[in-house]
C-alpha cells in the first residue's frame, strides 16, 4: 500500500502458503517474510522484484515473526509446537530452536540489550532471550493469555495485550520489574503498539472494534476510535508520518489514523 495514500500498489501471490498471521520487513535487504499458520512455514520475497523467493519450513502454527535487518536474522514464534525458531532469512539456514514456554505468540527485538521478547500465550509470561542464540535469559509473569507485545526503547517498556486477563502488562526493561501486572480493560486486548514520538499506547480490541488509546507516561485513557470487523490479527505505527494501520480480517479493509 501507498502509505500516506491507502492506495493499493501491489499484490504478491505466496503459492505454497496459508494462514499468513505475522510479516517482518529486513528493510535493509529489501525483504519481506510472513509467517503461515496452516503451512507451517514462512514466506521470503523479494520486495525489489516483488517475487516469492521461497517457503522455508519452521515450527508448527507459525503466529510472530521479527527479523533483526543488521544481521538478517528472522525470530519465529510457533505457537503449537512451543518453539522459537531462529534462521538466516537469505540463506533459509537454522541457527537454533529453543523452547517457548506455552504457546508462543508474538516477538519483539531489543538490540541495544542484546535481547529479544516473546509472548507465551499459555503459560501468562513474556520469556527474556539472547538474540543471536536464543538462549533463555528469565521470564517475566503478565496477566492471562498474553499475545500482543509492544517495545518502546525511548521509555524502556514492554506492554502486552492480556486476552484472557482483558488487560495490559506494563513492563520496566531497566530492572525487567513489573510495573502494572493487570492493568484491566474493557475487553479483551489482541493486539498493542506504541508511539515514542507522540506517547501514545495503541490497543485494539476486536469485540467491541475499538481502537483504545492511551498516554504512556501516566497511562490515562484517552480515546476510543471506530474500526473494523476482526482486528485481532494487525496493528502496525509509521513513527515518520504518525500514521496508526489495523487489519481488519472480517472487512477485508485495513483502518488508517492520524496520529498527533
Excluded at 22 to 49: C, E, K, M, P
Excluded at 89 to 108: C, H, K, M
Aim: hydrophobic share 40%; net charge neutral; charged share 15%.
Amino acid at each position: 500500500m501507498n502509505g500516506a495514500t491507502g492506495a493499493v500498489v501491489q499484490k504478491i501471490m505466496l503459492p505454497g502458503a496459508s494462514g499468513g498471521n505475522g510479516a517482518a520487513l529486513d528493510a535493509i535487504r529489501g525483504q519481506l517474510y510472513v509467517a503461515n499458520q496452516l503451512t507451517n512455514n514462512i514466506s521470503r520475497v523479494d520486495l525489489v522484484s516483488g517475487r516469492l523467493m521461497g517457503n522455508i519450513p519452521v515450527g508448527r502454527q507459525p503466529n510472530g515473526i521479527a527479523v533483526d535487518d543488521a544481521t538478517g536474522i528472522v525470530y519465529i514464534a510457533n505457537s503449537d509446537s512451543n518453539t522459537i525458531t531462529l534462521l538466516e532469512g537469505i540463506t533459509a539456514r537454522w541457527l537454533a530452536q529453543v523452547a517457548g514456554d506455552g504457546e508462543p505468540s508474538f516477538v519483539v527485538l531489543d538490540r541495544d540489550r542484546g535481547r529479544f521478547y516473546v509472548t507465551n500465550c499459555l503459560g501468562a509470561t513474556v520469556t527474556v532471550h539472547q538474540l543471536t542464540t536464543g538462549a533463555l535469559q528469565a521470564k517475566i509473569a503478565t496477566g492471562g493469555g498474553p499475545y500482543g507485545i509492544a517495545f518502546d526503547p525511548l521509555r524502556s517498556r514492554l506492554y502486552t495485550a492480556n486476552r484472557d486477563g482483558r488487560s495490559l502488562t506494563v513492563i520496566d526493561l531497566r530492572t525487567d520489574r513489573v510495573l502494572i501486572k493487570d492493568m484491566l480493560l474493557p475487553c479483551a486486548p489482541h493486539q498493542a503498539a506504541v508511539n515514542p514520538t507522540s506517547g501514545h499506547l495503541f490497543v485494539v480490541c476486536a469485540e467491541t472494534q475499538q481502537l483504545h488509546i492511551y498516554h504512556q507516561d501516566t497511562l490515562a485513557w484517552l480515546a476510543a476510535l471506530p474500526i473494523g470487523r476482526g482486528a485481532g490479527g494487525g496493528l502496525a505505527v509509521d513513527q515518520a508520518s504518525g500514521r496508526v494501520y489495523v487489519s481488519n480480517a472480517e472487512d477485508n479493509t485495513i483502518t488508517v489514523i492520524q496520529d498527533s
